[in-house]
């Protein structure tokens, strides 16, 4: 009786399921999330108060630092702008013949530079006044004051004349310091501690000394990349950039008593053993990069014959012949022992034991406070081949830059033009300018002729007045230029107009530059002693040469390094 009621609830509740289950479809996934949370009110409360003075005392504001930095670069990128705007302002004055303004144009292009505030950008200031200094340094030879424009070639002095025949004390509390200095250098070139070389970093240590060897470390910074990859090159140790120093203090146009003459110091014979010709108008010797060449191979082929970098280098000084005679009329094949014997010239006893003072000082530069020093800039320039013999004036003339400039760049040309076939080397970034010059000027007249960018407010007549040429000549070369494809920079000349090219006939070879020339006055065609080839390897960043440049703060170049050119 119970089991048939059971049996008859079972069945009216899988009624009311199915019916349930026609009606709607059940969700068998609800059972398995979670219950849906009751909402609750979001309370908010006050933010904690900070005090905005909480770290001024020991955090900086970066905000503010960033744009202090911006002012500061900004001022600085203000200040360039305004000195370059006076440096051409000064070139155009000077163009124009007028010296006076000039030399205030480009003062006040300096001045700028000078009043900066200190600043975090104070190196790139450094650096633009260097460059400016530079430029107007070598207008000042042309005629600001300094000298003319170079006729007859002015050698510098070598070191080496000064040095190996003179007698240093030794100090006798250098040999325990260079002999631990030794063992922890690496080196190519063997390195010895004995009296003669201890001598020597006596003697560099001295306020003389010490002179002649920051002058030569200085300017090794133009020439230091371009030496030491051809030693590289021709497998010869790099510590032998030191011979050069003490040859030359890397002066490319040194001369010694003897008569040899360059970086390298070679003589006529040997040069042209090596490939460095003389002519009437260049001296391959004069070449920084011919004479590095050839002396890396000289080099080379000595420790062939002898088997010892000290002899290579004795035999260098003196020549193969002279060692060979030493070792055998000794049996010695050692420099020490030929030195000892006194078997070799003084001068060649003293000029090995300099070069391996200068490479023991050099390589521990902490020890002899030469860390940081301030280097010359690399020299860099574009080449082109000369088709025609040209002026040294008219290529001044196409890159915008000073007679001076495009010599020292080629110190191997003894003339005011180049010959052709020559590869003449140009101020960095000028080659188009030269290059659409060139196009402008016949062949047969660069040599001669010049270019001449016109100044605001210039007549025809003014031009061809400074220039010495008349002014139908002037017209008709032009007129001559732009009816073979000169362009527009040569037409028109009869109303010229600021900035344009103009070609100018000149009858004879202008070598002083005559942009100037109508406010000069007559100029000597040597350079006095003091402002010649010497004083223009002067560094930029020294008074002396900025001295040049005009008369500005001499008090604030005051605090700079100072080291004259010749030693």
């Known amino acids: 009786m119970i089991q048939s009621h059971r049996l008859a609830g079972l069945c009216v509740l899988l009624l009311l399921l199915t019916s349930s289950c026609a009606t709607k479809q059940p969700s068998f996934k609800l059972s398995f999330l979670p219950s849906t949370p009751v909402p609750v009110e979001p309370s908010f409360e006050a933010p904690p108060e900070f005090k905005t003075n909480l770290y001024a005392n020991d955090s ?44 205030r144009e480009f003062d006040a292009a300096l001045d700028v530079l000078l009043s900066a505030p200190e600043s975090p950008d104070r190196p790139r200031l450094e650096s633009e006044l260097d460059q400016i200094a530079d430029t107007i340094y070598h207008y000042d030879l042309e005629g600001l004051g300094g000298a003319a424009s170079q006729q007859e070639v002015v050698y510098d002095k070598s070191p080496l004349d000064s040095i190996l025949d003179m007698t240093f004390p ?28 201890l001598s020597y970093v006596h003697y560099f240590s001295t306020e003389r000394g010490r002179k002649v060897l920051l002058n030569g470390l200085r300017r090794s910074g133009r020439y230091r990349a371009l030496v030491q990859r051809i030693l590289d090159d021709e497998g010869v140790p790099q510590e032998l950039i030191y011979l050069a120093q003490v040859e030359s203090g890397f002066l490319p146009r040194a001369r010694s008593n003897k008569q040899a003459v360059g970086m390298w110091q070679f003589v006529q014979f040997r040069g042209r053993q090596y490939g460095l010709m003389q002519t009437p108008g260049t001296d391959d010797r004069l070449d920084p990069e011919k004479a590095t060449r ?47 014997l006194n078997v070799l ?26 860390e940081n020093l301030e280097t010359d800039r690399p020299v860099e320039y574009d080449t082109v081949d000369l088709e025609t013999p040209t002026s040294l004036a008219l290529i001044a003339d196409a890159a915008d830059r000073p007679v001076s400039e495009i010599q020292d760049l080629n110190p191997a040309l003894l003339k005011s033009s180049a010959p052709a076939g020559y590869q003449l080397r140009l101020p960095k970034g000028t080659l188009a300018p030269v290059m659409m010059a060139l196009d402008l000027v016949p062949a047969g007249h660069r040599e001669n002729w010049r270019i001449h960018r016109v100044v ?14 008349p002014v139908s000549a002037l017209t008709s070369a032009n007129q001559h230029a732009a009816l073979n494809g000169a362009g527009n ?36 065609r040597k350079a006095p002693a003091k ?30 390094p100072h080291h004259a050119a010749v030693n």
């Open 170 to 197: 030794t100090d006798p509390n250098l040999r325990p310091k260079v002999k631990e200095e030794i063992e922890a250098t690496v080196s190519q070139l063997p390195l010895q501690e004995n009296d003669a070389v």
């Open 60 to 103: 900086p504001d970066l905000v503010q630092r960033a744009l202090a930095s911006a002012s500061h670069q900004q001022e600085v990128d203000g200040r360039v702008a305004v000195a370059h705007t006076h440096l051409e302002a000064g070139k155009r004055f000077y163009q124009a013949g007028d010296a006076v303004q000039a030399r």
């Open 345 to 370: 010239p003084k001068e060649t006893a003293n000029y090995v034991p300099v070069i391996v003072a200068l490479t023991i000082m050099a390589k521990n530069p902490k020890d002899y406070d030469l």
């Open 456 to 469: 605001a407010g210039e007549t025809l007549a003014e031009i061809a007045r400074r220039f010495a040429t």
């Open 489 to 524: 920079d040569a037409a028109g000349v009869t109303a010229p107009v600021a900035g344009d090219l103009l070609v100018v006939p000149v009858a004879g070879r202008l070598a002083v530059s005559s942009k100037a020339a109508s406010s000069r006055g007559k100029l000597s």
């Open 531 to 560: 402002t010649g080839m010497a004083a223009r390897r002067t560094p930029v960043n020294t008074p002396a040469r900025r001295a040049h440049a005009g008369t500005y703060r001499t008090a604030t170049l005051a605090a700079k």
């Open 294 to 340: 050839a002396a890396a191979k000289h080099l080379h082929d000595l420790y062939a014959m002898f088997g010892d970098w000290y002899l290579a280098m004795a035999a260098y000084n003196c020549g193969p012949g002279c060692v060979e005679r030493a070792v055998e009329r000794t049996g010695y094949a050692d420099f020490w022992e030929l030195s000892r």
